[in-house]
Structure formats: structure tokens, C-alpha cells
């Protein structure tokens, strides 16, 4: 399968995607292209140096979103990509990539959502201060991380928590995780039906 991540930051996510795929030597998925709205992104080097094609593209310099969007489905065509992973991209995904791509596309998000969406899910957490958080992972809709959820995991939050350590210890969580839901996708294990996320536990695992 043909995937593409999209970024907007450093890329810790797609890293540990690449380095994933390679150390389990994966030959049914492949990352063909990483996207980036903002070209001066840290992820750019990193995919650089895996050898990921790049392409990326600033939002204000398109008329509006659906021109914005249909130059990114133009990039998407010609890498044929078939399946979108967000990571840390900070952009909400409007109708037009939306229409083609929904029950293809997926993000990872630093709660364990509904609590917590949008900006700084980490810092919101300790702001609350609530005793678990986590990750979530979820197709993507049209609001901002309200999509259907695929799979969670909870983090105790400690006394002495601060936002670096928090945030390492989610991090280590989602590079572990995504990857192993990424592969799911890829080998059919879950899908999005019109009534919900249906796990299907008949298909192979490995
Ligand atoms: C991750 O924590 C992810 O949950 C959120 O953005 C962060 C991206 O980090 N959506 P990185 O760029 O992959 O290091």
C-alpha cells in the first residue's frame, strides 16, 4: 500500500514509521511521499535522509482552501498514494481531500480524545491535572480530532510531571503504536464502516 505522511513539525512520528518498517523489513506498505505546509520543517531533513520524496507547500499561497487542497490531491495522484498517516500536521483537513481520501486517512493525537483536542493536548492535560492521559489514534472527519476512534492508550500522569517528561513519555508511547496501527490498515484488520471502526480479527496478524 501507498502511503503518504503529512508533518508540519519535526517528525518523530515519521521516523519511527520509517525505522519501523525497515527493522520489521515491511514489503506490503511503503512511505512514497511525506507533505509538509510548512517547507522549513525539521521533517524535511529527516525524510531527506530516508530517501522519501518530499513535497511541500504554504497554505497562503493558494487562494483558499479547496485550491490549497486540490494542488495537494494533484500531488497525491501522482505519487498514487492510497492511505494518509498524520503526524503533527496542524492543519484541518477540509472536504476536498476529504471526499476522496475519508476511511483512508488517520492521526495520532497526545490524549486520550474526546478530552483534550486540538493545540497543546500534553499541556491541557496538566492543566486539568488528571491522573491518566494518553494517545489516541482516529480517522479523520471533518472537525478537529473528533474522529472515530481506532485505538487508545493510557499514560499515568505523575506527581512530578512537567511537560517535557510527559510529553517524552507519550512520544515513546506513539512511535511504538502508530506504526503497529499503520500495518493494521495496510493488512485489512481495520476499517471504518458506516457504523464505526470494525475491527476484523479473522485477517492475519504478524
Ligand atoms: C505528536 O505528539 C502527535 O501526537 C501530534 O503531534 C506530535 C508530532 O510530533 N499530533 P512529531 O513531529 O512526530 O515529533
Same mark, same amino acid.
Given at each position: 500500500?501507498?502511503?503518504?505522511?503529512?508533518?508540519?513539525?519535526?517528525? %518523530?512520528?515519521? =521516523?519511527?514509521?520509517? *525505522?519501523?518498517?525497515?527493522?520489521?523489513?515491511?514489503?506490503?506498505?511503503?512511505?512514497?511521499?511525506? @507533505? %509538509?505546509?510548512?517547507? &522549513?520543517?525539521?521533517?524535511?531533513? *529527516?525524510?531527506?535522509?530516508?530517501? #522519501?520524496?518530499?513535497? %511541500?507547500?504554504?497554505?497562503?499561497?493558494?487562494?483558499?482552501?479547496?485550491?490549497?487542497? +486540490?494542488? /495537494?490531491?494533484?500531488?497525491?495522484?501522482?505519487?498514487?498514494? =492510497?492511505?494518509?498517516?498524520?503526524?503533527?500536521?496542524?492543519?484541518? $483537513?477540509?472536504?476536498?481531500?476529504?471526499?476522496?481520501?475519508?476511511?483512508? /486517512? /488517520?492521526?495520532?493525537?497526545?490524549?486520550?480524545?474526546?478530552?483534550?483536542? &486540538? +493545540?497543546?493536548?500534553? &499541556?491541557?492535560?496538566?492543566?486539568? *491535572?488528571?491522573?491518566?492521559? &494518553?494517545? #489516541?489514534?482516529?480517522?479523520?472527519?471533518?472537525?478537529?480530532? #473528533?474522529?472515530?476512534?481506532?485505538?487508545? *492508550?493510557? $499514560?499515568?500522569?505523575?506527581?512530578?510531571?512537567?511537560?517535557?517528561?510527559?510529553?517524552?513519555? $507519550?512520544?515513546?508511547?506513539?512511535?511504538?503504536?502508530?506504526?503497529? $496501527? /499503520?500495518?493494521? @490498515?495496510?493488512?485489512?484488520?481495520? #476499517?471504518?464502516?458506516?457504523?464505526?471502526?470494525?475491527?476484523?480479527?479473522?485477517?492475519?496478524? %504478524?
Amino acid at each position: 500500500m501507498r502511503i503518504a505522511v503529512f508533518a508540519s513539525g519535526t517528525g %518523530s512520528n515519521y =521516523e519511527a514509521i520509517m *525505522k519501523y518498517f525497515q527493522d520489521h523489513q515491511i514489503d506490503d506498505a511503503e512511505v512514497v511521499m511525506l @507533505f %509538509s505546509d510548512h517547507p &522549513g520543517a525539521a521533517v524535511l531533513d *529527516k525524510a531527506r535522509n530516508w530517501n #522519501t520524496p518530499t513535497v %511541500s507547500a504554504k497554505f497562503r499561497d493558494f487562494s483558499d482552501k479547496q485550491a490549497y487542497e +486540490k494542488f /495537494i490531491l494533484q500531488e497525491l495522484d501522482r505519487f498514487q498514494v =492510497e492511505f494518509i498517516v498524520l503526524a503533527g500536521y496542524l492543519r484541518l $483537513i477540509g472536504s476536498t481531500l476529504l471526499d476522496r481520501y475519508l476511511g483512508r /486517512i /488517520i492521526n495520532i493525537h497526545p490524549s486520550l480524545l474526546p478530552a483534550f483536542p &486540538g +493545540k497543546d493536548g500534553v &499541556g491541557q492535560a496538566l492543566a486539568a *491535572k488528571v491522573q491518566e492521559t &494518553g494517545v #489516541t489514534i482516529h480517522f479523520v472527519d471533518q472537525g478537529m480530532d #473528533t474522529g472515530p476512534i481506532i485505538a487508545q *492508550k493510557v $499514560i499515568p500522569v505523575e506527581l512530578d510531571d512537567n511537560h517535557n517528561s510527559l510529553t517524552q513519555k $507519550i512520544q515513546q508511547v506513539e512511535h511504538q503504536l502508530y506504526p503497529e $496501527i /499503520i500495518l493494521a @490498515f495496510v493488512r485489512g484488520q481495520v #476499517t471504518l464502516t458506516d457504523f464505526g471502526v470494525l475491527w476484523n480479527d479473522s485477517k492475519s496478524r %504478524s
